[in-house]
């Protein structure tokens, strides 16, 4: 596979789930983003990791979402008792250099 | 406050004629601007990337321009086809390498 992958590609959870979404990036990008993408916006950036240590966290919008990327590959984003603003496409982006980011095709997420 | 914004109107034009799309931004001093073009159900895809000292690029069909002055980009699609129909986003990378975007302006050309 030579692109960004994400699972599930739609989650549907009812409100108070916690939720797991998954991250694989292009072999070998030592950067991985993650974004969160309302319904007709442009994406917004949740957090950013460079191999495993997590540089920026800030645009995290509450501490029930975590995001770990152990072992500087495959990334999770944790939601922790979902809420219905939480219902939007979360992106995944892998970058090997400094310019153009690789986008994986989304989770959309709706909670119930 | 930073401020990214697009036209959030659908671009709706003919078919062989130039779709101009407008990023505007506030309170950055950005070191390079990109446009991404996105699909319904799908993520953005990296389409040209113009840097604070360069005033145009062009890639095929595709020209960009950055005035850091008025602190504009305009992006231009020349004899557009159907298949450029898509959303197009423009984004600021600001510090850590994070890109911040535009709403993104919807462009539907028709045959």
């Known amino acids: 596979g030579a692109g960004v992958s994400q699972s599930p590609r739609y989650k549907v959870a009812k409100r108070g789930q916690d939720v797991a979404l998954r991250c694989d990036p292009i072999s070998g990008h030592v950067s991985l983003f993650w974004y969160q993408q309302a319904l007709g916006q442009g994406p917004e950036f949740l957090t950013y990791f460079q191999n495993e240590a997590q540089l920026d966290k800030s645009g995290l919008p509450s501490d029930r979402f975590f995001a770990e990327r152990p072992e500087g590959s495959v990334s999770t984003l944790k939601i922790q008792r979902t809420q219905q603003e939480d219902s939007a496409v979360y992106l995944c982006a892998s970058l090997a250099g400094e310019e153009e980011q690789y986008f994986g095709p989304g989770t959309r997420l709706t909670v119930t | 406050s930073q401020k990214i914004e697009q036209n959030s109107e659908a671009l709706n034009i003919q078919e062989g004629k130039t779709a101009t799309l407008t990023c505007n931004y506030t309170n950055y001093s950005p070191a390079y601007l990109q446009w991404y073009r996105q699909d319904p159900g799908r993520g953005p895809v990296f389409l040209l990337l113009?840097?604070?000292?360069?005033k145009e690029k062009r890639k095929e069909r595709l020209k960009v321009t950055f005035d850091t002055t008025l602190k504009q980009s305009l992006f231009h699609i020349t004899a557009s086809q159907p298949a450029d129909s898509a959303t197009y986003l423009c984004?600021?990378?600001?510090?850590?390498?994070?890109?911040?975007f535009g709403g993104g302006t919807r462009v539907l050309v028709k045959p």
């Open positions: 113009i840097r604070e000292n360069e």
């Open positions: 984004a600021l990378r600001a510090a850590g390498n994070k890109l911040t």
